[in-house]
């Protein structure tokens, strides 16, 4: 099992209850009081809740109106984006200064390779009480940390010590912390990964890890060697910097496989959306636009086509995207996953001039503004036409 030999240090970092902490920062009277941000109009959202909030029941997704409803004395705030992304950038700045070798995930969170920084501290743990000490003098916020030999232990470390704690998982830990754990908190376990699972009886990664190879062979096929390995905190995916992300995608899984081309190009849209969002966040434009189809047996295809000026807006992408779905045969199989995705990626500033096109350029800017309204009032509170027809990704 490939990682065995020279086990890397990989740190997972997160930000407890994200928004809401900024929020009570910045007006230090709500301090220990429940506190949702997110959407406040009627059809809003809760993006996050304070510790506090959240012993109601309440959670991130949920209808605002629902979480009203659960804790009626709670502070309900709406969104400040770029008071976010500032706070953001200053703790990947932070993160930086520690290791070269960061991957930001989100706002709030980001992996830390620092096997090649070690040497400056007195122990893994000490480097990680650092990281967060360092987070805290500069934001005053907190965050949760977890060290390990992998990205998937590191990250699960980091979840099982919520809210502000350090936990560290050595490698030769990794298999008894993972044992008790839900099988769906491993990566690659979606929902109906995890009802198959059920099905042979597996509730645990501890089930997992002790199920007959053959069993799960049954059911999985040739899947059932990697989830195997996962079971065992096998992980061998790199952090990856930002410079080193080739691609931008997204992908969502279906509740029933989907046969019907009209559909499918519906269900693109919204994730070609996501895809521009992202970025246009990050100020990338792609020349390369590409989609994954998985059938219903679990075959999967990739097609790519690359354009010689970069873009970046929903429009485009997704206009590339059906054009690539069209070469694909559907038959009986079904597909049960999609993705869309962007490559060969350039930052979009040295482009500008490439968008001499005033229709290219109008469409840049309204998806601009539609960012910047959803950043503020909650995604979803101003759509791009199509969005509206209520086509959920997952
Ligand atoms: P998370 O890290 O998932 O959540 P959190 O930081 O609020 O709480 P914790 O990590 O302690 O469990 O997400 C980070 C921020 O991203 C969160 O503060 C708000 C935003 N967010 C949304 O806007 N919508 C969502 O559905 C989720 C999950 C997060
Ligand atoms: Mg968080």
């Known amino acids: 099992m490939g990682t065995m030999d020279d086990p890397r240090t990989v740190v997972h970092v997160d930000m407890d209850a994200f928004f809401a902490q900024v929020e009570v920062n910045d007006n230090p009277d709500l301090e220990g009081r429940p506190v949702i941000v997110g959407g406040t109009g009627k059809r809003g959202v809760v993006s996050t809740a304070s510790y506090e909030a959240r012993e109601y029941g309440v959670h991130s997704a949920m209808p605002m109106s629902e979480a009203r409803r659960l804790c009626p004395e709670a502070h309900v705030l709406p969104l400040r984006g770029e008071r976010y992304r ?87 830990e990794k298999v008894g912390f993972l044992r008790d754990l839900p099988v769906e908190s ?53 952090v990856k910097t930002e410079e080193e992300t080739k691609s931008i995608s997204n992908e969502t899984t279906f509740p029933r496989d989907l046969t019907d081309r009209e559909e499918l190009e519906n269900r693109m849209y919204p994730l070609a959306a996501k895809v521009g969002r992202r970025l246009r966040e990050n100020n990338l434009v792609a020349r390369t636009v590409k989609i994954k ?79 910047d309204i959803n950043d503020e009032f909650g995604e979803g509170t101003l759509t791009r036409g199509r969005d509206r027809e209520n086509l959920g990704t997952d």
């Not at 969170?109 to 096997?115: G, M, N, Q, S």
């Not at 930052?347 to 840049?364: A, M, N, T, Y």
């Open 186 to 238: 491993m990566w690659g376990v979606g929902p109906s990964t995890r009802i198959k699972m059920n099905r042979l009886g597996i509730e645990t990664v501890g089930d997992l890890q002790e199920i007959e190879l053959g069993r799960l062979q049954s059911e999985f096929d040739h899947r059932a060697a990697v989830l195997r390995r996962r079971a065992h905190g096998v992980d061998p995916s790199p």
């Open 86 to 172: 500032d706070i953001s950038r200053r703790i990947k700045d932070v993160l930086r200064s520690i290791t070269p070798h960061v991957q930001s995930v989100s706002l709030d969170e980001a992996f830390l390779d620092v096997t090649g920084s070690l040497h400056r501290y007195e122990s893994k743990r000490h480097l990680g009480q650092n990281l967060r000490n360092r987070v805290f003098e500069e934001t005053e916020l907190t965050c949760s940390v977890g060290v390990g030999p992998n990205k998937m232990i590191a990250k699960l470390a980091s979840e099982a010590c919520k809210p502000d704690g350090l936990l560290r998982v050595p490698d030769e």
């Open 293 to 371: 189809v998985r059938r219903g047996d679990f075959t999967t295809l990739t097609r790519r086509s690359t354009r010689g000026e970069p873009g970046s807006t929903t429009e485009r992408i997704w206009e590339s995207a059906r054009r690539l779905l069209r070469e694909v045969e559907l038959d009986a199989r079904g597909v049960r996953l999609l993705g869309v995705g962007a490559e060969n990626l350039r930052r979009g500033g040295e482009q500008r001039d490439l968008f001499e096109d005033s229709r290219v350029k109008r469409r840049e800017t309204i998806n601009r503004i539609v960012d």
